[in-house]
């Protein structure tokens, strides 16, 4: 609860017109809606190319920000369904992210996206600076940010994430569902 609280997450309701539909929706993927709507904290981290990737360079799209290691089993379970959300949701706008906070060897890590088949961005941080700053305690722990980099969500544990589910969620940060009449 600590780790919520830090960065103003706690289970409230979405003050609009689609309060229930959307609490609904968070309930059943377990994902906490923040207290206090924030900005997420920026970061600049490297990919298993070298590439610099900036949350800032991502305004414009919602992300699904998560955090793993290799020595995670829980993480490693929940990829595939990551890369298969990547693949129903890149055409939408959505960006899957995932930051590996392993101080191994890079390749260590690419070993495990090529044993996936990740085609999403896997960055580096190796100093966990960044999951500091996110204050990740456990592994996988993942943050749901809208496109003006809004922190809409926090999700601690693995998850199904081609699920209808997961997939209503990010959505609604696309505000799709708005339309839809929900």
Not at 10 to 29: D, F, I, R, T, W
Not at 49 to 71: H, Q, S
Not at 143 to 169: H, Q
Request: glycine content about 6%.
């Amino acid at each position: 609860m600590v780790l919520s609280l830090t960065l103003g997450f706690a289970v409230a309701p979405l003050l609009n017109g689609n309060a229930l539909a959307h609490k609904e929706a968070y309930s059943q993927l377990g994902a906490v809606y923040p207290q206090r709507i924030k900005v997420a904290p920026e970061f600049s981290l490297k990919d298993l190319t070298g590439k610099t990737v900036d949350l800032k360079d991502l305004r414009g799209k919602p992300v699904l920000l998560n955090f793993w290691a290799t020595w995670c089993q829980a993480c490693k379970e929940e990829l595939p369904s990551m890369q298969r959300l990547h693949e129903t949701m890149k055409n939408e706008g959505v960006q899957v992210i995932a930051i590996s906070i392993d101080r191994a060897d890079p390749e260590e890590v690419q070993k495990y996206v090529d044993q996936y088949k990740l085609t999403f961005p896997v960055l580096l941080d190796p100093n966990q600076e960044t999951r500091r700053r996110y204050f990740i305690m456990g592994l996988p722990t993942s943050y749901l940010i809208d496109a003006n980099g809004k922190l809409r969500g926090f999700i601690s544990g693995s998850r199904e994430w081609d699920s209808e589910t997961s997939k209503r969620v990010m959505r609604i940060l696309l505000n799709k569902e708005f339309n839809a009449g929900l």
